[in-house]
């Protein structure tokens, strides 16, 4: 079928890497290896990371000791956040203007990385966003086509913010810019270690964004094809500078590619994307109400169920791996206090994990998960739940009430289940290396 839509699923470019003593994750088939043994992701998301490594370093080790002993061995982290006056976005920026780019944050990230070496974790580090909270490609246009940055927090109109940060992909100063802070951060030497960023296997993939969008729902056939050109050209323009690390594109999945599998499987074709990611969001997408949990159950388990497993169907079809790299629930009772129950959220872990760690199990190609995400000893500081500079950062960005999703290091029931199937994916792991 992809061949008729003329999607021809070239094999990844890092296949050959597959060998022994490539320290560096690689794809072989429809699997991650590392160091020529088959490798499995029990991630976290902790967007943050850098900036605790610039900030707040005593935070940052604590965090990663804690997620060290639940058995993740993968983190998920925004590379840089450009300033922007959008309400609901945090703050300091690593950018402050196009080439101006904050020294001490980017030094924040060095400082993750030689932890995160020191803890055997490797990175997933996205390099923009499709949303607000760290300013973005929103923030480029404004930059560069003088349009507004309008925060959707604050026009309450997601369409038009979803098809107007898609002009990002055919900007061609944004799209300089963009390449400008690649090319600086890629290029860039770990000051701490002392190793270049393209020659260290704590990272793992380079990854064009978070959740980057082809618009919204009524994208046409056009903003498509502009969706999956810019997706294989920066995929492209990334392996040209670093031929050692994976390159992702951070999407969601068919629910950011407007439902469309064949846009989905046409964007992840390219051969230098050498894997799928999607997420899953019950809770935003409408197919759960908190407050009407026994009413809409049902129907959000068999809207996930069959959403978590139809993406690992079209990654056998591209042969490619495929990770769950988001997917969350919030606290019983909508609440997003800390002290709250986290029932329904546990029962939601669980059928994603069985799913997920299931079929890996099975060898089909999903390479594991990241949970969102991370909110560790972070507490909200503000009775409304909105975070303020200044603030604990935590797994929920600034565009979020502070605890929505976090898992925090009280989350007691729910770390177990986390330590239960990050140990499951270990044990297949090494069942799978010894053959
Ligand atoms: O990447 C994302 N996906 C969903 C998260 C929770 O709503 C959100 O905070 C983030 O923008």
Redesign the pocket.
């Known amino acids: 079928a992809l061949l008729m839509m003329g999607v021809v699923p070239a094999a990844s470019a890092a296949v050959k890497d597959a060998a022994k003593d490539n320290p560096f994750v690689a794809v072989q088939k429809t699997h991650f290896t590392r160091n020529g043994n088959p490798y499995y992701i029990a991630g976290a998301n902790f967007w943050y990371g850098a900036y605790l490594g610039a900030n707040d370093r005593p935070r940052l080790l604590k965090e990663l000791d804690t997620l060290k002993g639940l058995g993740i061995n993968n983190l998920r982290v925004l590379a840089v956040s450009e300033q922007t006056d959008m309400k609901s976005a945090v703050r300091p920026a690593t950018t402050s203007a196009p080439g101006q780019y904050d020294e001490r944050l980017l030094a924040g990230m060095d400082v993750l990385l030689a932890e995160m070496g020191r803890r055997d974790m490797t990175a997933v580090i996205y390099l923009n966003?499709f949303?607000q909270?760290s300013g973005g490609m929103t923030q480029y246009l404004n930059w560069f086509a003088g349009t507004p940055a309008l925060d959707p927090n604050v026009t309450k109109d997601y369409d038009t913010y979803m098809r107007e940060t898609a002009r990002f992909y055919t900007n061609d100063k944004a799209q300089a810019e963009y390449r400008n802070v690649i090319r600086t951060f890629i290029g860039r030497t770990n000051t701490v270690t002392g190793k270049p960023y393209a020659g260290d296997p704590v990272i793992m993939s380079w990854q064009l964004a978070?959740?980057p969008r082809p618009g919204n729902a009524g994208v046409s056939p056009q903003e498509k094809a502009i969706y999956v050109k810019w997706i294989a050209d920066t995929a492209a323009y990334i392996r040209g500078l670093d031929g050692n690390h994976l390159v992702s594109t951070g999407s969601?999945g068919l629910a950011g590619s407007a439902q469309d599998a064949a846009l989905f499987e046409q964007a992840h074709a390219s051969r230098d994307v050498d894997y799928l990611t999607y997420?899953l969001?019950p809770k935003?997408w409408g197919w759960i109400d908190s407050k009407r949990v026994d009413a809409t159950w049902s129907g959000a388990l068999e809207k996930s169920s069959h959403y978590l497993n139809v993406h690992i169907d079209y990654a056998k079809k591209l042969g490619k791996p495929i990770v769950l790299e988001?997917f969350?629930m919030d606290r019983d009772g909508a609440s997003f206090d800390v002290k709250a129950s986290t029932t329904v959220r546990d029962r939601f872990y669980k059928v994603v994990f069985d799913v997920v760690v299931g079929r890996a199990e099975r060898g089909d190609p999903v390479a594991g998960f990241n949970f969102?995400?991370w909110g560790g000893t972070g507490r909200a500081a503000n009775a409304d739940y909105w975070w303020k500079e200044g603030n604990d950062l935590m797994g929920?960005?600034p565009?979020?009430e502070q605890g929505?999703?976090s898992v925090f290091d009280t989350d007691r029931s729910t770390l177990a289940l986390i330590r239960q199937y990050a140990d499951r994916l270990h044990a297949l792991e090494r069942k799978r290396g010894q053959k």
């Open positions: 966003n949303w909270w978070n959740e969601e997420h969001w935003n988001e969350g969102w995400a929920d960005p565009q979020e929505l999703y």
